[in-house]
């Protein structure tokens, strides 16, 4: 499975943007499909994750209200709409798939698939 992460970009607080996350491979079987992000000299967190279908997605408390995540399983991408953007959205945004279900939803060792990001920059 090859993930591949679009969208980041610079944008002043307050703003908008669309992430969008294009899986191949066997990508109809991942169960859980997430974003994470990694700002400079801190740790990757998850930000929102989904599961293919049936079940509520889940968000970080910092992202709660904000951002929303969606997923077009014909197109096999995961989407992250991010409104209302502050500077400390700013980040290294990582897209991450597993073919299971996972434990914690926030935890990078549930995900063996990871793409190479992009960057959102809030000013």
């Known amino acids: 499975v090859q993930l591949v992460e679009s969208g980041g970009s610079s944008v002043e607080a307050g703003g908008s943007l669309r992430l969008a996350c294009a899986a191949s491979?066997?990508?109809?079987?991942?169960?859980?499909m997430t974003w994470f992000r990694r700002a400079p000299g801190k740790q990757r967190e998850g930000v929102a994750a989904?599961?293919?279908?049936?079940?509520?997605?889940w968000y970080s408390e910092a992202v709660k209200g904000r951002f929303s995540i969606s997923r077009d399983n014909a197109k096999n991408t995961v989407y992250l709409q991010m409104n209302s953007l502050k500077p400390e959205d700013t980040a290294m945004y990582y897209c991450?798939?597993?073919?299971?279900?996972?434990?914690?939803?926030?935890?990078?060792?549930?995900?063996?698939?990871w793409g190479q990001g992009t960057q959102v920059t809030v000013s």
């Open positions: 989904i599961y293919h279908s049936g079940r509520e997605p």
């Open positions: 991450a798939a597993s073919s299971r279900f996972v434990g914690y939803w926030a935890r990078p060792n549930e995900y063996p698939y």
């Open positions: 491979g066997s990508a109809a079987s991942m169960a859980c």
